[in-house]
C-alpha cells in the first residue's frame, strides 16, 4: 500500500466523497482560495468552484449554523474550524442543535453533518493548544471520531461524512505530516469499533490521536526488557467500542489509559470506570491513568514539553504496574 501523510489521507477522503456526492460541500474559514490553515483543503477550491467550496468569514456559530441549516435542507456539509478551541464560540450550534434536532423533530429532521477540527498543542500557548473531545463525547446525539493513523483518518471521515449523524471529527495538528499506509481504492473504516494497533501479553494500554503513538513507542521500548503491552486505539470516543479492551484487559489483568486532555471528568476517567464496573475481577492492580498537567498550557516550548506523558514516563507507569 502507498504511503500517504496524515494530511493528504484526509484531503483525498474529501475529494473522493465529494466526487461521489454531490451534495457534499466544505465550509469554512480560508479553506477555499488559501487551501485551509493546515492546508488540508488545498487543491480542492480549483477543482469544485466555489459553490462547494465556501470560504467564510471568521464566524463560528455562523459556520456551523449554516451547517445545520444546510443537512436539515438535504446537503451532506463538511464544515472546518480552525481549530477545536474555536468550537467553543460554536457550542449552542452544536450541543443544542445539531446534536438534538433529530430528537426534538420527532425524527422528521436529520442532520448528517461533519464538523472537522484540529485540535493538540505546538507551542500556541493556553487558549489555542486545547483538547475537547471530552466535552462532545459527553453529548447524546452526536458522534465523537479521533484517529490516529493516515489510514483511519480517510476511512472514518468518508463514513462520517456518510452517516445521518452529526460527526465531530478531531484531527491532531502535530499528526498532519505523519506518513502510514493507506489502501488503494473505496473503503472505509466503521464509526465505532476499536482496534488493537499492537498485541500483547502483560498490560493493557488504551488510548487514541496523537497518544497512540506514544504509547506505541513505550510499548517497543517496553518489548526490549520482554514487557509487551496490548496497545489498542479506540479512534471513536462516543460510541465507545469497550469489547477490545475487556477481552484485552482479561488476558494481560492491566490497564493503562494515556490520553493528552487533563485527567479530572476525561474520556479516561470514563473508560476505567467501565473497566472496573465490567471487569473487576479480571484487575490485578488499579486501572492507571495519565493526562496532560492540569495547567493552562504554557507558551515556552521547555515547558509545553513538559505537561503531556512521553513514551518513557509511560513506559515507568507500565513498568510500576508489572511490578
Same mark, same amino acid.
Given at each position: 500500500?502507498?504511503?500517504?501523510?496524515?494530511?493528504?489521507?484526509?484531503?483525498?477522503?474529501?475529494?473522493?466523497?465529494?466526487?461521489?456526492?454531490?451534495?457534499?460541500?466544505?465550509?469554512?474559514?480560508?479553506?477555499?482560495?488559501?487551501?485551509?490553515?493546515?492546508?488540508?483543503?488545498?487543491?480542492?477550491?480549483?477543482?469544485?468552484?466555489?459553490?462547494?467550496?465556501?470560504?467564510?468569514?471568521?464566524?463560528?456559530?455562523?459556520?456551523?449554523?449554516?451547517?445545520?441549516?444546510?443537512?436539515?435542507?438535504?446537503? /451532506?456539509? !463538511?464544515?472546518?474550524?480552525?481549530?477545536?478551541?474555536?468550537?467553543? @464560540? #460554536?457550542? %449552542?450550534?452544536?450541543?443544542?442543535? &445539531?446534536?438534538?434536532?433529530?430528537?426534538?423533530?420527532?425524527?422528521?429532521?436529520?442532520?448528517?453533518?461533519?464538523?472537522?477540527?484540529?485540535?493538540?498543542?505546538?507551542?500556541?500557548?493556553?487558549?489555542?493548544?486545547?483538547?475537547?473531545?471530552?466535552?462532545?463525547?459527553?453529548?447524546?446525539?452526536?458522534?465523537?471520531?479521533?484517529?490516529?493513523?493516515?489510514?483511519?483518518?480517510?476511512?472514518?471521515?468518508?463514513?462520517?461524512?456518510?452517516?445521518?449523524?452529526?460527526?465531530?471529527?478531531?484531527?491532531?495538528?502535530?499528526?498532519?505530516?505523519?506518513?502510514?499506509?493507506?489502501?488503494?481504492?473505496?473503503?472505509?473504516?466503521?464509526?465505532?469499533?476499536?482496534?488493537?494497533?499492537?498485541?500483547? /501479553?502483560? !498490560?493493557?494500554?488504551?488510548?487514541?490521536?496523537?497518544?497512540?503513538? @506514544? #504509547?506505541? %513507542?513505550?510499548?517497543?521500548?517496553? &518489548?526490549?526488557?520482554?514487557?509487551?503491552?496490548?496497545?489498542?486505539?479506540?479512534?471513536?470516543?462516543?460510541?465507545?467500542?469497550?469489547?477490545?479492551?475487556?477481552?484485552?484487559?482479561?488476558?494481560?489483568?492491566?490497564?493503562?489509559?494515556?490520553?493528552?486532555?487533563?485527567?479530572?471528568?476525561?474520556?479516561?476517567?470514563?473508560?476505567?470506570?467501565?473497566?472496573?464496573?465490567?471487569?473487576?475481577?479480571?484487575?490485578?492492580?488499579?486501572?492507571?491513568?495519565?493526562?496532560?498537567?492540569?495547567?493552562?498550557?504554557?507558551?515556552?516550548?521547555?515547558?509545553?514539553?513538559?505537561?503531556?506523558?512521553?513514551?518513557?514516563?509511560?513506559?515507568?507507569?507500565?513498568?510500576?504496574?508489572?511490578?
Amino acid at each position: 500500500m502507498p504511503l500517504k501523510t496524515y494530511r493528504d489521507a484526509i484531503r483525498e477522503a474529501l475529494r473522493e466523497e465529494m466526487l461521489r456526492d454531490e451534495n457534499v460541500l466544505i465550509l469554512g474559514e480560508e479553506v477555499g482560495v488559501w487551501g485551509g490553515t493546515y492546508a488540508v483543503t488545498r487543491g480542492l477550491y480549483d477543482e469544485f468552484g466555489d459553490r462547494r467550496i465556501l470560504d467564510t468569514p471568521i464566524a463560528e456559530e455562523a459556520i456551523v449554523g449554516a451547517a445545520v441549516g444546510a443537512a436539515m435542507g438535504g446537503l /451532506r456539509p !463538511v464544515a472546518e474550524l480552525m481549530t477545536i478551541n474555536f468550537s467553543l @464560540v #460554536a457550542m %449552542d450550534q452544536i450541543v443544542n442543535n &445539531a446534536a438534538k434536532i433529530h430528537a426534538m423533530f420527532g425524527g422528521q429532521a436529520r442532520v448528517p453533518l461533519v464538523i472537522r477540527t484540529p485540535a493538540g498543542w505546538g507551542q500556541l500557548a493556553a487558549t489555542h493548544s486545547q483538547s475537547f473531545e471530552a466535552w462532545f463525547a459527553h453529548v447524546p446525539g452526536l458522534l465523537v471520531v479521533m484517529p490516529s493513523t493516515p489510514s483511519d483518518a480517510k476511512g472514518l471521515l468518508k463514513a462520517a461524512i456518510r452517516s445521518d449523524n452529526p460527526v465531530i471529527f478531531i484531527e491532531h495538528a502535530r499528526l498532519y505530516g505523519v506518513k502510514g499506509e493507506v489502501p488503494d481504492g473505496e473503503f472505509t473504516v466503521p464509526i465505532g469499533v476499536s482496534d488493537i494497533k499492537r498485541p500483547g /501479553r502483560d !498490560v493493557t494500554i488504551v488510548s487514541w490521536s496523537r497518544m497512540l503513538h @506514544v #504509547a506505541l %513507542d513505550a510499548a517497543d521500548e517496553l &518489548a526490549k526488557t520482554g514487557i509487551e503491552c496490548e496497545v489498542i486505539d479506540l479512534r471513536t470516543l462516543r460510541p465507545l467500542d469497550m469489547g477490545p479492551v475487556y477481552a484485552s484487559v482479561e488476558k494481560t489483568h492491566r490497564a493503562l489509559i494515556v490520553e493528552e486532555d487533563w485527567t479530572t471528568c476525561g474520556m479516561g476517567a470514563e473508560i476505567a470506570a467501565r473497566i472496573g464496573r465490567d471487569r473487576f475481577d479480571s484487575l490485578d492492580v488499579p486501572v492507571e491513568r495519565m493526562g496532560q498537567v492540569e495547567v493552562p498550557m504554557p507558551y515556552a516550548r521547555n515547558l509545553e514539553e513538559l505537561m503531556f506523558p512521553d513514551e518513557k514516563s509511560v513506559a515507568r507507569k507500565v513498568m510500576e504496574m508489572v511490578a
